[in-house]
């Protein structure tokens, strides 16, 4: 086997040799890594060992030469003998015990029992056997132990899935809660919203009613601002001329010489001198009105007629002999600047 090894290679060589303590059989494992081997193949083959160990199964020992030297027989045998753990050669000894001729006879010789001994070995089998009854208890007990442990860890895991299971139910509720509230505040506001629009619509409704029932009525009055108009331009005798002819058919020189520091007024004469007509149609058992005091053209125009626009054009075509009467007894004023004296100094 060594002259096969060769120095440029890594080599592997298993091979049996006979124990030298127990004369068994062993197998060796060689490990040769030639010096001429280059690093690099050194290194790639390093880990090969327990490849080959492994295939090879069976190797009690594992030697690693690099030279003729490391593989010499004495030196292999020698680890194998220190590797084996025992000096003991079973050949060696088994030629003690050979048997060397007739034995003498075998004799018998009482023994008086010990009952100390006995109560030992009794004590000591009990010994044992409690012993081994405390040790089943102890693996009982143990056992039982690690069974409450495990309940134990069991109810911890189901009461903390339990309250995990809660929470998340509580803190889902609260969500939905939350989201119903935002529902329903978002619902109030739309409908608040909603009555407000209509409510402005109403409003902006009333006030276009209220607008077209204003416009209407401006309309109304103003045609009947016109009719009264056209009425008025379609009668015969205007009452204002009337007036300013009796004005200027009234005597100039009906001024009276006044007193000093007294005020004379010709309507206060005629009120105090009139006398009640009682062949009047109108009102017979009344008195006449008083006539009222009308300016001249020289104070402004004199006062619209007191009888209605509608009935100004039927009720000039007759005048009640009343009114004539009235006509008659009117005297025109004096002009202004004649009525007041400056009393002498």
Not at 168 to 182: L, M, T
Not at 269 to 276: G, I, L, T, W, Y
Request: hydrophobic share 30%; charged share 30%; with cysteine.
């Amino acid at each position: 086997m060594v002259e096969e090894l060769n120095s440029g290679k890594v080599m592997y060589a298993f091979c049996r040799v006979k124990d030298p303590n127990s004369g068994l059989p062993k197998y060796v494992l060689v490990n040769w890594t030639g010096e001429g081997v280059n690093d690099v193949r050194k290194g790639a083959c390093a880990n090969h060992v327990s490849t080959v160990a492994n295939f090879l199964k069976g190797a009690h020992v594992t030697i690693n030469a690099r030279a003729e030297e490391d593989v010499e027989p004495e030196l292999i045998m020698e680890k194998v003998a220190k590797a084996s753990g025992a000096n003991y050669n079973f050949h060696k000894e088994s030629s003690k015990f050979q048997d060397a001729g007739p034995q003498a006879p075998v004799g018998s010789v009482y023994q008086k029992t010990n009952a100390m001994s006995e109560i030992k070995r009794v004590n000591k089998d009990n010994f044992w056997a409690k012993a081994e009854k405390d040790e089943e208890n102890r693996r009982l007990e143990e056992k039982r132990r690690a069974e409450e442990e495990r309940q134990r860890l069991e109810r911890e895991r189901r009461e903390r899935e339990l309250q995990e299971a809660a929470g998340r139910e509580q803190r889902y509720k609260a969500r939905s809660n939350e989201i119903e509230a935002q529902k329903r505040l978002q619902q109030q506001q739309e409908a608040e919203n909603r009555d407000k629009e209509q409510q402005q619509w109403k409003e902006q409704a009333e006030e276009y009613e209220a607008r077209q029932r204003k416009g209407f009525k401006r309309s109304e009055s103003v045609e009947k601002a016109q009719e009264a108009a056209s009425l008025i331009a379609q009668r015969a005798v205007n009452p204002r001329d009337i007036f300013k002819q009796r004005e200027k058919s009234a005597p100039a020189d009906a001024v009276t010489p006044s007193q000093p520091g007294k005020l004379r007024s010709p309507f206060l004469q005629k009120e105090v001198n009139s006398v009640p007509s009682a062949a009047s149609p109108v009102s017979p058992a009344r008195d006449a009105p008083p006539a009222s005091f009308t300016p001249s053209s020289a104070w402004g125009t004199p006062p619209a007629s007191p009888v209605p626009a509608a009935g100004r054009d039927s009720g000039y075509n007759s005048v009640p002999a009343s009114h004539g009467e009235e006509a008659n007894l009117y005297e025109e004023p004096p002009d202004p600047s004649a009525i007041y004296e400056e009393p002498p100094q």
